[in-house]
């Protein structure tokens, strides 16, 4: 049960942003830019740069909307997985493991960054644009990790639900729909 009220249809982020629409608005522009925006890394991996944060800052429900987000998107389940069991062994290139680690020291601490990982990050092919954008990325999911679980939302257990969620993600972005999320109500 959530700690304030919030549309039971809309488990998740997605009520806390119906819930105040005007300061959702500039997060979702933020969201949409920074994962579905011109990028040289994929929308893949960037959700994985989503769904490491959210895994590491044991969010339920953004772990499992972004993991499935990312599955979705690479079109296969299994680096998703690895990258949360173990950065350095999952099956993403040097530049991509250089950059998740990033990510994780971020979902520590913005101090954890180290000089040494952003040198490894730029000798790996990184980009000053990537590392930016994958501490923002991180810096971001850490806000949306907090804000759902710190209002203690609704978290779906069933898997169907998250599939449903990546598909909408893919599809749509992270943009409101224009008609809204009274379709998800249950008759």
């Known amino acids: 049960m959530s700690y304030i009220p919030l549309e039971t249809h809309l488990p998740g982020i997605t009520g806390l942003l119906e819930y105040r629409q005007d300061s959702a608005k500039p997060i979702r522009e933020l969201t949409q ?3 579905r925006g011109p990028s040289s890394l994929t929308e893949g991996e ?4 989503a769904t490491i944060v959210s895994s590491r800052n044991q969010c339920s429900f953004c772990t499992a909307a972004h993991t499935a987000a990312a599955d979705i998107l690479l079109e296969e389940d299994k680096t998703s997985a690895a990258v949360k069991q173990d950065i350095a062994s999952a099956p993403v290139t040097e530049k991509m493991k250089a950059l998740l680690l990033i990510a994780a020291q971020v979902q520590e601490s913005g101090k954890s960054v180290t000089p040494f990982s952003i040198a490894n990050a730029k000798e790996a092919g990184a980009t000053d644009m990537e590392i930016h954008d994958t501490v923002l990325i991180a810096a971001l999911f850490c806000l949306y990790n907090r ?3 710190g209002l203690a939302t609704a978290t779906p257990s069933d898997p169907a639900f998250y599939q449903g ?5 893919k599809q749509h972005g992270y943009n409101r729909l224009p008609n809204g999320y009274d379709h998800l109500k249950k008759k």
Request: no cysteine; aromatic share 6%.
């Open 33 to 35: 830019l920074l994962l």
């Open 46 to 49: 960037r959700e994985l740069i």
């Open 147 to 149: 804000y759902v679980d």
């Open 165 to 169: 969620l990546g598909q909408r993600l």
